[in-house]
């Protein structure tokens, strides 16, 4: 039958599941595909109607054999991932078909991050695509609106930042289940790392280039630049196949990893990250506080600290 996944790094959306993915996929025992998210499990098939939400209704996943073709070229690695951020907020859909088609063994990697700092990176990400053009006390406010019109999940910046039940199902469902910080994990990456690689059954040792840019986000000082650097990210904003082809041949060569470290270094550098005001962050506070306080409950862990 071939191979399928035996991890899930679940989520949440801008909780650092980008930089798991860059990380994990360069040790020799991990096979993670090309695809970082493949979102099949989620069991979506929707038209999503919001700005650039036309991306994700092309990349979407429905069908069982695209999903089954992704890891065709496993060999002799033994850690086996699928990377997909809408599973933990999907999670009613995505528990059970992950348990029909995986096994409640498959071991589950949660990224959590302060749910307040995850709500705004999740605007600035959209502030930095160009899709989002209101200010973030307007784009809270046009949330409910925006979900009534059949705009895409990751639009539902507060929604995505509640986790206390996705998480409670996971580990009610799931017999291997990791959780990672998003704080631990920028601020002690090597023994992070260290921590699920034993966790996924490979060699401990393996040290990853921990200096690889990553998902930042924030407004771009110049929007033509940064457009630029997104058609080499995202291969769907290049109809005509010209950033394919050259990544293609930077890759036959083996320079594409090098090349595209740089260049995202250099996109990093155009980016200014604006500020949240305090009456705002307050209004977060306190809608967050609850589910906060039942996580942590949940997780034996003090995390008021998000929410203070």
């Not at 071939?2 to 020799?28: C, D, I, S, W």
């Not at 999503?48 to 994700?56: C, E, I, K």
């Not at 009456?279 to 003090?302: A, F, I, N």
């Amino acid at each position: 039958m071939g191979h399928l996944p035996n991890f899930l790094v679940v989520g949440a959306h801008r909780a650092g599941t980008t930089a798991t993915f860059m990380y994990l996929k360069q040790h020799p025992d991990i096979f993670i595909p090309r695809k970082k998210e493949c979102r099949y499990f989620a069991n979506l098939s929707p038209e999503w109607t919001g700005p650039g939400d036309d991306l994700t209704n092309r990349a979407q996943m429905t069908r069982f054999e695209d999903y089954h073709r992704l890891f065709d070229d496993v060999t002799t690695q033994t850690a086996i991932g699928d990377i997909s951020p809408e599973y933990l907020y999907y999670h009613k859909e995505s528990i059970p078909r992950i348990l029909d088609a995986l096994g409640k063994d498959t071991k589950i990697i949660i990224n959590l991050r302060n749910p307040v700092s995850r709500t705004f990176s999740a605007y600035t990400e959209k502030l930095r695509d160009g899709f989002e053009k209101l200010t973030f006390d307007e784009a809270l406010q046009a949330e409910n609106k925006r979900m009534s019109e059949g705009w895409a999940w990751y639009w539902r910046y507060t929604r995505v930042s509640h986790y206390h039940e996705a998480v409670e199902d996971f580990l009610e469902n799931f017999t291997n289940v990791r959780v990672v910080y998003f704080d631990e994990f920028s601020n002690n990456t090597g023994p992070t790392l260290t921590s699920l690689f034993r966790f996924l059954d490979i060699d401990h040792s393996f040290v990853p280039d921990h200096a690889l840019p990553h998902n930042a986000s924030g407004r771009p000082k110049s929007r033509i630049f940064h457009d630029l650097w997104w058609s080499l990210a995202r291969p769907e904003r290049d109809p005509l196949g010209i950033v394919g082809g050259t990544k293609r041949a930077l890759r036959a060569i083996g320079a594409f990893d090098a090349v595209r470290n740089v260049h995202g270094r250099v996109a990093l550098a155009n980016l200014s990250r604006p500020e949240m005001s305090k009456q705002v962050r307050d209004r977060l506070c306190e809608l967050y506080s609850d589910d906060v306080t039942k996580l942590g409950r949940l997780l034996g862990r003090d995390l008021n600290s998000w929410v203070t």
